[in-house]
Structures are given as structure tokens and as C-alpha cells.
T-cell receptor, first 115, second 113 residues
Framework: NAGVTQTPKFRILKIGQSMTLQCAQD?????MYWYRQDPGMGLKLIYYSVGAGITDKGEVPNGYNVSRSTTEDFPLRLELAAPSQTSVYFC??????????????FGSGTQLSVL | GDSVTQMEGPVTLSEEAFLTINCTYT??????LFWYVQYPGEGLQLLLK?????DKGSNKGFEATYRKETTSFHLEKGSVQVSDSAVYFCALSYGFGNEKLTFGTGTRLTIIP
């Protein structure tokens, strides 16, 4: 059981370039999330999805886009990379919905540097 | 808004020492509280949780008690091992209808033999 798989693990972008961070889960989870973790900071929610075809903004959505065409995949798109987007990105999923939030399953992260 | 404050790291302890990592929160309602752990090169994993005041979460020798009066959820372990070296995150969330999980900044723990 692979769980939540993120690719790539590392990437260096030049300012203004675009890229897509991939996230896939094989647990048939409805809810998926994208977080970013800046040095010395907690995780900040970028976007989330409660099912295929449904996405919503989190705390820090500017500069990012998402889509959810299937239950399994939740890619995160950076259109015009900026140095402020240098961070570690985590994808997560859970079965949902539950009355009490059950645990999230996290991928191992993508370390992105924008130079 | 809601927030979680953790003690500054890094924390370095000798094996078999007693561990406390402080966590306090600010919340408008009655959230559930969580501790997540991130081992080197891996994603975050749920360590333990508590869903209401005075609940105690426990797992792998770690414990934390939901203290509403002090708005705290401190993580403790009586005897740490080298394998406990990781980054620990305190977090809070509400139930159905609010999908956001608010994290603290994380505390890096290193255990030396």
C-alpha cells in the first residue's frame, strides 16, 4: 500500500517558470490537501478538495492552482514561480467526512527552490 | 484567529531522559488537538490526539492531556530513545464542516546515546 505519493522530491525553478507538483493516493480518500512549510514556520494550507471536481482555497492560495479530476490525483500548479514560493510542499489525504477530524496521511514532501 | 504555539527548538536530550514539549493554543471554539511526528525524510504521521477537555492521548510511550483551563496540550515521554529523534508538530482542528488543520511551527528533537 503506497499511501500518498508526491513527485518530484526536489526541484529548482527559475523565477517565472511554471511547474506542477504531483500528488496521488491509493486509499480511495475523498479529502486531499496541499500544505507548504516554510523554514521555522508551521504548515500553511494552500488548497484542499473534498472530492473529485470540488476544490477550495486555504490560507495561502495566491500563486497556485489545483484541479481534482479523479479521486486519486490532486496536482498543484505554480504558474509564475517567485522566490517567495521556495518552501517544502506536503500533500495529505483523509477518508472524510467525520464528525471528528480523523488523521491525515501525508506524503514525504517536495522541496522547491525558486532562484 | 486560531493559533498554536510550540516551544522553541531544537531540543537535545540524552537517551532515557524525560521529555516535555510544550504546546499552547488559542481557539474560538472547542477544537480537537493533535501531535504529529515527522521522521527524517518522511511525511508527517499522527502520533496522538484528544478530542475534548481532560482527554489524554497516548501512543508509543508518548502522552498529552487536553487542558482547557490552561489551553495546553504538552507532549511528554518518560524515557526517550534515539529512535524518537524527529520533528514534532502540535495542531488543532474542528470537526465536520471545517477542514482546516492549524499547525504549530514544529520542535526538532535530537536524542543522543
Amino acid at each position: 500500500n503506497a499511501g500518498v505519493t508526491q513527485t518530484p522530491k526536489f526541484r529548482i525553478l527559475k523565477i517565472g517558470q511554471s511547474m506542477t507538483l504531483q500528488c496521488a493516493q491509493d486509499m480511495n480518500h475523498n479529502y486531499m490537501y496541499w500544505y507548504r512549510q516554510d523554514p521555522g514556520m508551521g504548515l500553511k494550507l494552500i488548497y484542499y478538495s473534498v472530492g473529485a471536481g470540488i476544490t477550495d482555497k486555504g490560507e495561502v492560495p495566491n500563486g497556485y492552482n489545483v484541479s481534482r479530476s479523479t479521486t486519486e490525483d490532486f496536482p498543484l500548479r505554480l504558474e509564475l514561480a517567485a522566490p517567495s514560493q521556495t518552501s517544502v510542499y506536503f500533500c495529505a489525504s483523509r477518508a472524510g467526512p467525520q464528525v471528528v477530524l480523523e488523521k491525515l496521511f501525508f506524503g514525504s514532501g517536495t522541496q522547491l527552490s525558486v532562484l | 484567529g486560531d493559533s498554536v504555539t510550540q516551544m522553541e527548538g531544537p531540543v537535545t536530550l540524552s537517551e532515557e531522559a524525560f521529555l516535555t514539549i510544550n504546546c499552547t493554543y488559542t481557539a474560538t471554539g472547542y477544537p480537537s488537538l493533535f501531535w504529529y511526528v515527522q521522521y527524517p525524510g518522511e511525511g508527517l504521521q499522527l502520533l496522538l490526539k484528544a478530542t475534548k477537555a481532560d482527554d489524554k492521548g497516548s501512543n508509543k510511550g508518548f502522552e498529552a492531556t487536553y487542558r482547557k483551563e490552561t489551553t495546553s496540550f504538552h507532549l511528554e515521554k518518560g524515557s526517550v530513545q534515539v529512535s524518537d529523534s524527529a520533528v514534532y508538530f502540535c495542531a488543532l482542528s474542528y470537526g465536520f464542516g471545517n477542514e482546516k488543520l492549524t499547525f504549530g511551527t514544529g520542535t526538532r528533537l535530537t536524542i543522543i546515546p
